[in-house]
């Protein structure tokens, strides 16, 4: 067997549009390997054999973009359809629609307040603490939007997302809290918004169709090292302190665990995600999938839904590394392990785990063009050292 051109450690967004890229615009011939079963990381998604709901398997993955590049290549492997996310929450018995807004304050504060007279009410409730006074994330949050809606919205939730009491949690872990004085309650404010018309697996199945690439699932990298090191540039989209032995330490990540049921209902919650603000209640959100594609009414099962309770958690050695904690010792650790990956001859790391970063999708796949552009094809297109 011939050794390929170009090895890519993980089929996620990250690896398959180096890939893509690699096989479509340099003719090399590219391995792609993942340890999973299947392709597309953390995206990856699958049909629910007794409802026909899609189900997004790490967790729901909402597609959305301002990023006109990265928006025209998505769209040469799907359509997208016109799905607008809202989230809505939950707490002491009422369901509010977020972010926070007019309609969210109003409704809160049982008033009909103009934009202006809202502004003013939140500016009174926030001049409690000034925010560059601000010693913990409690105190932070109130001096930016009060603390009446602070402990409705932001306490309960942040303390089960993090298994600690806000007032001992860094203020940098905010830097802002939207408040709009609208009632637009679209979750996202980005140009481009919409869930791939086939799901997420089809799209990434397109990315990797090319007879260039060739994908070898349950692989790990650990066991093909010792053939292609040096030998082969190598574009790595794992666990950096993985990749070193965690001879600098282990990086600190929190994990959800979520709990998949099918219910006996038609409609669970009559929207794709509830967020629960109170923090007797043990899980941090539901969603429910059939709600992210409305136009598919006729492929799901009648009287039937999957629902996924989500809890946050720090994360084990075990455990799905979902967000990135990022402590001072972890960016302390992050410097020595970004040295030690800059000496490693002909590799890259790149994506949320290669570079200990939380990206949302398209900033997974715009990083990966960029990769693209300014180290992969000077190298094989001029000579450029590779790493
Ligand atoms: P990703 O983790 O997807 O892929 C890395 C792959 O490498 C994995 O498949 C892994 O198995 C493989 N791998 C690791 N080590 C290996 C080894 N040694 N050998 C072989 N294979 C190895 N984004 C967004 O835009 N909208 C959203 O709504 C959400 N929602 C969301 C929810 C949750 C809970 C999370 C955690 C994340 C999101 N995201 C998101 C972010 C999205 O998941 C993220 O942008 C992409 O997964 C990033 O793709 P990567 O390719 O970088 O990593």
């Known amino acids: 067997v011939s050794a390929p051109d170009l090895l890519v450690v993980g089929a996620g967004f990250f690896g398959l549009t180096i890939a893509e890229r690699c096989a479509t615009e340099l003719g090399l011939q590219v391995l792609v ?7 597309g990381g953390n995206a990856y998604s699958e049909v629910d054999e007794q409802t026909g709901v899609e189900v997004h398997k790490y967790g729901a993955h909402l597609f959305h973009t301002s990023n006109e ?3 025209e290549y998505v769209n040469r492997f799907t359509g997208f359809t016109d799905y607008r996310h809202r989230v809505f929450g939950k707490y002491q018995g009422q369901i509010y629609s977020l ?6 304050i109003n409704q809160f504060f049982g008033k009909a307040h103009t934009p202006a007279q809202a502004r003013e009410l939140i500016a009174e409730q926030s001049a409690e603490i ?15 939007i009060g603390r009446p809606l602070y402990e409705a919205f932001i306490k309960g939730y942040t303390a ?5 009491d806000p007032t001992e949690l860094s203020p940098d872990i905010i830097t802002r809290l939207p408040v709009r004085y609208t009632y637009e309650n679209g979750w996202f404010s980005d ?8 799901g997420y697996t089809a799209w990434l199945t397109k ?3 090319h007879p260039g690439i060739e994908v070898r699932l349950e692989t790990d990298f650990r066991d093909l090292r010792e053939d292609y090191l040096g030998s082969v540039p190598i574009v790595y989209t794992g666990p950096v302190d993985e990749y070193f032995d965690h001879s600098e330490g282990r990086l600190s990540w929190r994990t959800v665990d979520l709990e998949q049921s099918v219910e006996d209902v038609d409609d669970f919650q009559g929207t794709g995600v509830v967020n629960y603000n109170d923090q007797e209640v043990p899980w941090t959100r539901i969603i429910e999938f059939k709600h992210f594609h409305p136009e598919r009414v006729r492929t799901h099962l009648p009287g039937k839904t999957v629902i996924v309770h989500e809890y946050s958690r720090f994360a084990e050695a075990d455990d799905e590394p979902y967000y990135p904690i990022n402590t001072a010792e972890d960016r302390a650790k992050l410097l020595r392990y970004r040295e030690k990956a800059q000496a490693e001859p002909m590799v890259l790391f790149g994506g949320r785990l290669g570079t200990y970063q939380y990206l949302d999708m398209h900033m997974a796949i715009g990083s990966a063009l960029s990769m693209f552009d300014n180290r992969i094809r000077p190298h094989f297109a001029e000579g450029a050292p590779f790493a």
């Open 207 to 209: 990315m990797a169709d």
């Open 69 to 71: 590049r990265v928006w």
């Open 33 to 39: 390997v993942d340890r999973r079963s299947h392709i």
């Open 160 to 164: 089960k997302q993090w298994q600690t």
């Open 191 to 198: 140009t481009h918004e919409g869930l791939p018309v086939d």
């Open 99 to 104: 972010p926070m807004n007019l309609g969210l």
């Open 130 to 144: 000034a925010t560059e006074d601000a010693a913990n994330l409690e105190e932070k949050a109130v001096s930016l």
